[in-house]
């Protein structure tokens, strides 16, 4: 079946710098991949979602970008601000199963220093 | 944000008790899942269902019992818990056949004595 992994676990920027997740994934035959963003005590919300047809998508400040050959993909968020902060989540869509479910990282911590 | 609801939000419980969590969708869509998602670790996919019908059951221990009555609502029944089986229980929704896209609702945070 499908595995996701995420790095970093934590990371913490300087307001107005960029922060980069990146995620691998193993089963080749994924072609949905979103993140989520879960702030404290909320729910996961949906930022930005690729699929495997293109190789990235920006969205304002948010970027995704896709490797197929690699099977990595990767958020970038641009000129960080303070209410960015939180954990992040990218997921695979596995089709192991009848109609494929989403398999997600571990998380990744994003505290914006202002 | 009112499109996926949990009730109830906060629930401790004894390892004796049963209880339910509950999840009500209002997007029109027509599958539905229960992850778990516990500190430092990924959401744990635990049930799916398409069309009220359980597609999935990712392993998860019988103490945990799914029940899909229609559609637009999920419940998760509670017996006979472990203190490990403490954590925040979401609910997602989504509308299958369509956009791959997930919503999820507030979750019950689960603390189990």
């Known amino acids: 079946g499908e595995n996701v992994e995420q790095h970093p676990s934590t990371l913490s920027v300087q307001e107005g710098d960029s922060a980069v997740i990146k995620c691998t994934y193993s089963?080749?035959?994924?072609?949905?991949f979103p993140w989520y963003k879960q702030e404290l005590g909320k729910r996961p919300q949906l930022i930005i979602d690729?699929?495997?047809?293109?190789g990235e998508k920006k969205d304002q400040r948010i970027a995704v970008t896709l490797n197929k050959t690699a099977k990595h993909f990767s958020l970038h968020i641009t000129e960080t601000q303070p209410e960015d902060s939180a954990v992040y989540f990218c997921?695979?869509?596995?089709?192991?199963?009848?109609?494929?479910?989403?398999?997600f990282g571990k998380g990744t911590k994003l505290s914006v220093k202002p | 944000e009112t499109g996926v609801t949990q009730t109830p939000r906060h629930l401790v419980m004894g390892m004796t008790n049963k209880k339910s969590l509950k999840c009500e969708q209002h997007?029109?869509?027509?599958?539905m899942y229960w992850y778990k998602q516990s500190a430092k670790k990924p959401l744990e996919l635990m049930f799916v269902?398409?069309?009220?019908?359980?597609?999935e059951n990712n392993s998860v221990p019988s103490r945990f019992s799914p029940e899909c009555p229609n559609s637009s609502h999920l419940f998760l029944h509670l017996h006979t818990l472990q203190p490990e089986d403490s954590a925040l229980y979401l609910c997602?929704?989504?509308?299958?056949?369509?956009?791959?896209?997930?919503?999820f609702g507030p979750g019950t945070r689960l603390t189990v004595l």
């Open positions: 997602a929704s989504r509308l299958a056949g369509g956009a791959d896209t997930q919503y």
């Open positions: 089963d080749s035959a994924s072609n949905y």
């Open positions: 690729i699929r495997s047809n293109v």
């Open positions: 997921a695979a869509k596995n089709y192991g199963g009848s109609q494929g479910n989403l398999i």
């Open positions: 997007l029109g869509h027509n599958a």
């Open positions: 269902y398409n069309f009220k019908e359980q597609t």
